[in-house]
């Protein structure tokens, strides 16, 4: 009775703080702008084949149509009401991609923007993705229904009403974030709007929210929120579930406001994480590799069951919100999956993988002033379809980074090593570095501008394994280069500068 009783307690305690994932998967990936109807056939063509815990999705509530400029991406981070009915389709869309993706084990993650409406100068009509009608300039949301009554605006004390001062803490959370109309969340009745909104779609089956803007919330108005939400559904969750909650915090040291101060309400967005292995990746600063031996904590980073981490998201490989130009993307493929390798490797916080859609970039002094395009589109602003091509890349100017080979198989890698200690480091003092994951897995990277010969212990079993960065096994074969470890758990490792994909990665799963 006891120890069942102190399970209960553990498991209370861990609550928001656990992803939820179904067992043995270890990382989500966001499909950033994904209609739902695709997302529910890539859960059960890929995502749940290749060992995908989840999916982020784009915010899916109704939102204001903004046509200057066409329709941008962020039209998606302006509510007009908490209807499920946006450019990645209608409520009974988002019900059945919820289903299906559960079906198969792969749990869906909501984008809640909850801080704010939309933009305080946007015109008035019924220019949503429902066809709601709103007013912005008088503060009007019947949909909701919001009225003036429901915003900061008597308790923000800047001129503009918007922030103009990172190191004002009141201003950060009681003023408009870019002009959009900033949420009494102190208040009981947007709380419950809010609450309501969240736990319908908890009816629905999804498993958990990442907090939009949560920096700019009153970290006790969000944990107001979080302690009233329902269990999460008893169809594919076990009773007394409680939903993972990560908040999007940008804290790269400065300001007064810490994302230690969200712990409380569950984890954490870590934007350190991605700024500083860009510019160790780059070798910015006098950066190395070898540095790495220390990563996470030891770098300065929140604990790791508190961080979410990521290499990019969709602000930062825009040059938005935190990093800025070292953040490494799609656009930088040889480096990025370099990082993404180590990102899925090292384990250090819960991993979320960014999959992108190309757009036009167009720098001018530094700043692509293209970076607001959205989603590849039809002429009627409909979002186009996810279309696979017969090398399983996608098609219609979606990237689709979490189809590579070389992230889909470290995604494998870490389910393979979950739970098994960082061990087995070994650098050559510069950008070569390797390290295991106990018994289970055992990855070494080339970064340097020459080539690397070694032999190393990789703490695995004796044995050939096939690495599955170039190449993976298939059934008895290897379309890859073979490592073979020696009784001793030594292995030798040859990789030249001028491989497409400078690292290799070898795990149990993947041993011949």
Same mark, same amino acid.
């Given at each position: 009775?006891?120890?069942?009783?102190?399970?209960?307690?553990?498991?209370?305690?861990?609550?928001?703080?656990?992803?939820?994932?179904?067992?043995?998967?270890?990382?989500?990936?966001?499909?950033?702008?994904?209609?739902?109807?695709?997302?529910?056939?890539?859960?059960?063509?890929?995502?749940?084949?290749?060992?995908?815990?989840?999916?982020?999705?784009?915010?899916?509530?109704?939102?204001?149509?903004?046509?200057?400029?066409?329709?941008?991406?962020?039209?998606?981070?302006?509510?007009?009401?908490?209807?499920?009915?946006?450019?990645?389709?209608?409520?009974?869309?988002?019900?059945?991609?919820?289903?299906?993706?559960?079906?198969?084990?792969?749990?869906?993650?909501?984008?809640?923007?909850?801080?704010?409406?939309?933009?305080?100068?946007?015109?008035?009509?019924?220019?949503?993705?429902?066809?709601?009608?709103?007013?912005?300039?008088?503060?009007?949301?019947?949909?909701?229904?919001?009225?003036?009554?429901?915003?900061?605006?008597?308790?923000?004390?800047?001129?503009?009403?918007?922030?103009?001062?990172?190191?004002?803490?009141?201003?950060?959370?009681?003023?408009?974030?870019?002009?959009?109309?900033?949420?009494?969340?102190?208040?009981?009745?947007?709380?419950?709007?809010?609450?309501?909104?969240?736990?319908?779609?908890?009816?629905?089956?999804?498993?958990?929210?990442?907090?939009?803007?949560?920096?700019?919330?009153?970290?006790?108005?969000?944990?107001?929120?979080?302690?009233?939400?329902?269990?999460?559904?008893?169809?594919?969750?076990?009773?007394?579930?409680?939903?993972?909650?990560?908040?999007?915090?940008?804290?790269?040291?400065?300001?007064?406001?810490?994302?230690?101060?969200?712990?409380?309400?569950?984890?954490?967005?870590?934007?350190?994480?991605?700024?500083?292995?860009?510019?160790?990746?780059?070798?910015?600063?006098?950066?190395?590799?070898?540095?790495?031996?220390?990563?996470?904590?030891?770098?300065? +980073?929140?604990?790791?069951?508190?961080?979410?981490? *990521?290499?990019?998201?969709? !602000? @930062?490989?825009?040059?938005?919100? &935190?990093? =800025?130009?070292?953040?490494?993307?799609?656009?930088?493929?040889?480096?990025?999956?370099?990082?993404?390798?180590?990102?899925?490797?090292?384990?250090?916080?819960?991993?979320?993988?960014?999959?992108?859609?190309?757009?036009?970039?167009?720098?001018?002094?530094?700043?692509?002033?293209?970076?607001?395009?959205?989603?590849?589109?039809?002429?009627?602003?409909?979002?186009?379809?996810?279309?696979?091509?017969?090398?399983?890349?996608?098609?219609?100017?979606?990237?689709?980074?979490?189809?590579?080979?070389?992230?889909?198989?470290?995604?494998? +890698?870490?389910?393979?090593?979950?739970?098994?200690? *960082?061990?087995?480091?070994? !650098? @050559?003092?510069?950008?070569?570095? &390797?390290? =295991?994951?106990?018994?289970?897995?055992?990855?070494?990277?080339?970064?340097?501008?020459?080539?690397?010969?070694?032999?190393?212990?990789?703490?695995?079993?004796?044995?050939?394994?096939?690495?599955?960065?170039?190449?993976?096994?298939?059934?008895?074969?290897?379309?890859?280069?073979?490592?073979?470890?020696?009784?001793?758990?030594?292995?030798?490792?040859?990789?030249?500068?001028?491989?497409?994909?400078?690292?290799?990665?070898?795990?149990?799963?993947?041993?011949?």
């Amino acid at each position: 009775m006891g120890i069942c009783l102190l399970l209960l307690i553990v498991g209370i305690c861990w609550g928001q703080y656990s992803p939820n994932t179904f067992s043995g998967r270890t990382s989500i990936v966001h499909l950033f702008e994904w209609r739902w109807v695709d997302i529910a056939l890539e859960c059960e063509r890929y995502l749940a084949p290749s060992g995908f815990g989840g999916v982020q999705i784009s915010p899916p509530n109704e939102n204001v149509i903004i046509t200057d400029p066409w329709q941008p991406w962020w039209e998606r981070y302006q509510p007009v009401s908490y209807k499920l009915c946006t450019r990645s389709g209608n409520e009974t869309e988002f019900r059945d991609m919820v289903t299906r993706c559960n079906n198969v084990g792969v749990h869906i993650y909501v984008d809640a923007v909850i801080n704010h409406m939309c933009g305080a100068n946007t015109s008035a009509g019924d220019h949503a993705t429902c066809g709601s009608y709103f007013n912005a300039k008088t503060e009007d949301f019947p949909a909701v229904p919001y009225s003036v009554w429901d915003f900061n605006d008597g308790k923000c004390k800047s001129k503009s009403g918007d922030i103009e001062n990172y190191d004002d803490i009141s201003q950060v959370r009681n003023c408009r974030l870019n002009n959009l109309l900033d949420l009494a969340l102190e208040k009981d009745y947007v709380r419950s709007k809010i609450v309501k909104y969240l736990n319908y779609l908890i009816d629905t089956g999804v498993a958990g929210f990442r907090i939009d803007a949560a920096k700019h919330m009153w970290p006790e108005d969000v944990k107001a929120i979080v302690d009233n939400l329902n269990d999460l559904n008893t169809k594919w969750f076990p009773a007394g579930t409680k939903p993972f909650i990560y908040q999007e915090v940008i804290d790269l040291g400065g300001e007064p406001i810490k994302g230690s101060d969200y712990f409380g309400n569950g984890r954490v967005t870590e934007f350190k994480y991605g700024a500083k292995l860009g510019t160790v990746m780059r070798k910015w600063n006098g950066e190395k590799m070898a540095y790495l031996r220390n990563w996470g904590e030891g770098w300065g +980073f929140m604990p790791s069951d508190r961080a979410l981490v *990521f290499v990019d998201n969709h !602000d @930062s490989q825009r040059g938005h919100g &935190a990093g =800025g130009a070292s953040i490494l993307t799609f656009w930088d493929a040889r480096l990025y999956k370099m990082a993404v390798g180590f990102m899925l490797a090292h384990p250090y916080g819960f991993t979320r993988v960014m999959s992108s859609f190309r757009w036009p970039r167009y720098f001018v002094n530094g700043k692509d002033i293209n970076d607001w395009v959205g989603p590849p589109s039809n002429s009627d602003g409909s979002i186009k379809p996810v279309t696979i091509n017969a090398d399983t890349t996608c098609g219609n100017d979606w990237v689709c980074e979490h189809r590579w080979r070389q992230i889909k198989n470290m995604v494998i +890698f870490r389910n393979v090593v979950d739970g098994q200690p *960082f061990s087995n480091w070994w !650098d @050559s003092g510069s950008n070569q570095v &390797a390290f =295991g994951r106990g018994n289970k897995g055992f990855i070494i990277f080339n970064n340097d501008d020459w080539s690397l010969n070694v032999t190393l212990q990789t703490g695995l079993p004796a044995g050939s394994y096939c690495d599955v960065i170039s190449g993976q096994k298939n059934g008895d074969c290897c379309t890859a280069t073979e490592v073979h470890v020696a009784d001793d758990g030594m292995a030798n490792f040859l990789i030249s500068n001028q491989d497409k994909d400078p690292f290799i990665a070898i795990h149990v799963d993947a041993k011949l």
